[in-house]
């Protein structure tokens, strides 16, 4: 079961849901009780279930994903995906400079193609740069040879660029299942999800990312922004852009210490 892909458990419920309605139908399934009718429930429950864990942040049922750690230690990482983008990029760079502050940037292999001077800067001015794979494919349609052609194609353009493979990775949408971790952990790549999520790609409003923000972080939370768009590179990000100034001078002014997730999944887990 467990190394099925999730498109196949999902496949083998529906049949046994028509099974289990045809039965019903034909009253070979109905005594006592309507047993079809009951198990086409529990098969449209159980895809319910089975999805659900595949793209939950915190969910380890498909495998061990990092969303956040428990911990006393006023700690936070904070994540950009889907870039490098410019101008977002660069002006997100600023602003973690100007606070003296590090980010974990996932990048997708063919931003990180098109811009190269952007991913070197990352590096150069002390961030960490994880995984985002090639193209932004949803993983859980893809098969396994695809999977590891987006992870590894990502990782060589990183280590062309930078001198160094990344230790993280961090699935599109974080949806991932059996295979997905698998074909992670046989790199040794970490996955990381997020535990504080604004919708900021959805460009809601500064304030609104903020609040969104601000009202879920706790000590060793991982927030998820964006400086990118996917591989498209259409949308605007200057509300994350700004949002980001506001969030890391309240972040800052309540105690908090922004770390990377290097940093972060470094801290041991308390009970
Ligand atoms: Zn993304």
Do not use: C
Not at 62 to 70: I, L, Q, R, T
């Amino acid at each position: 079961m467990f190394d099925m892909r999730l498109i196949s458990i999902l496949g083998l419920l529906t049949v046994i849901v028509l099974i289990s309605l045809v039965l019903d139908y034909m009253r070979l399934l109905r005594r006592p009780v309507r047993l079809g009718l009951y198990l086409a429930a529990l098969g449209i429950l159980a895809g319910f279930v089975f999805t659900l864990r595949a793209v939950l942040p915190g969910d380890a049922f498909y495998g061990p994903v990092f969303s956040e750690v428990k911990t006393t230690q006023r700690i936070v990482a904070l994540t950009f995906d889907d870039g490098p983008n410019p101008p977002y990029t660069g002006q997100i760079l600023d602003i973690l400079k100007e606070y003296h502050v590090p980010a974990t940037f996932f990048v997708l292999g063919q931003n990180a193609e098109k811009h190269p001077e952007l991913v070197r800067r990352i590096v150069a001015e002390g961030h960490q740069i994880g995984n985002h794979t090639y193209s932004h494919l949803d993983l859980l349609k893809a098969d396994r040879p695809t999977i590891a052609d987006q992870v590894d194609r990502t990782s060589k353009i990183i280590a062309d660029i930078t001198g160094q493979p990344p230790r993280v990775v961090r699935p599109p949408h974080g949806f991932r299942d059996a295979v997905v971790i698998d074909v992670m952990a046989e790199r040794g790549l970490k996955v990381v999800e997020w535990s504080v999520a604004s919708r900021d790609w959805t460009n809601p409003g500064v304030d609104e990312i903020v609040n969104r923000t601000l009202g879920r972080v706790k000590n060793g939370a991982v927030i998820l922004l964006h400086d990118g768009d996917g591989v498209a590179q259409r949308a605007s990000r200057e509300q994350t852009v700004e949002a980001t100034r506001q969030i890391i001078r309240q972040l800052l002014a309540q105690g908090y210490k922004l770390v990377t997730v290097d940093e972060i999944l470094a801290t041991k887990t308390e009970d």
